[in-house]
C-alpha cells in the first residue's frame, strides 16, 4: 500500500486548510485504517485524527476535536483532513498512515501502521 499526502502550505493563524492523501496499491480498503500523524520540530509524532475504511467511523485527538474533520471518498481511494481554524501550534509535518486489521485499543498508536506517506507540511503563523 502506497500513500501520498498533499496540500500544505504557509497559512494565518484562523485560517482553514484542506490535506489529502491517495492510498493506492491494495484491491481493497475494507478492514484498513487510515490515519493523519503529524511531526512538529523538535517533538515526537503524534496520533491526529482516524478513519476506519469500513464504515467510515473517525476519531480524533483532543487536540484538534471540533477543529479538524476527517472524511474519504470511497471512489477515488482518498482520505482528506479539513483543518479549521488553525493554531500555531498545529505547525507540523502531517504524515497519513495505513495499516490493516487495527484494533480499537491502538488505533492512534503511530507504531501500528506500517505504510506511510512522505508527509506535507504545514506552517500556521501569527
Known amino acids: 500500500v502506497q500513500l501520498q499526502a498533499s496540500g500544505g502550505g504557509l497559512v494565518q493563524s484562523g485560517a482553514s486548510l484542506r490535506l489529502s492523501c491517495v492510498v493506492s496499491g491494495a484491491r481493497t480498503l475494507h478492514g484498513y485504517h487510515v490515519n493523519w500523524f503529524r511531526q512538529a520540530p523538535g517533538k515526537e509524532r503524534e496520533f491526529v485524527a482516524g478513519?476506519?475504511?469500513?464504515?467510515?467511523?473517525?476519531y480524533y485527538a483532543d487536540s484538534v476535536a471540533g477543529r479538524f474533520t476527517m472524511f474519504r471518498d470511497i471512489a477515488k481511494n482518498m482520505v482528506y483532513l479539513q483543518m479549521n481554524n488553525l493554531k500555531i501550534e498545529d505547525t507540523a509535518v502531517y504524515y497519513c498512515a495505513a495499516a490493516y486489521g487495527v484494533i480499537s485499543t491502538t488505533r492512534r498508536r503511530a507504531d501500528v501502521y506500517n505504510n506511510w506517506g512522505q508527509g506535507t507540511l504545514v506552517t500556521v503563523s501569527s
Open positions: 478513519i476506519k475504511w469500513s464504515g467510515g467511523t473517525t
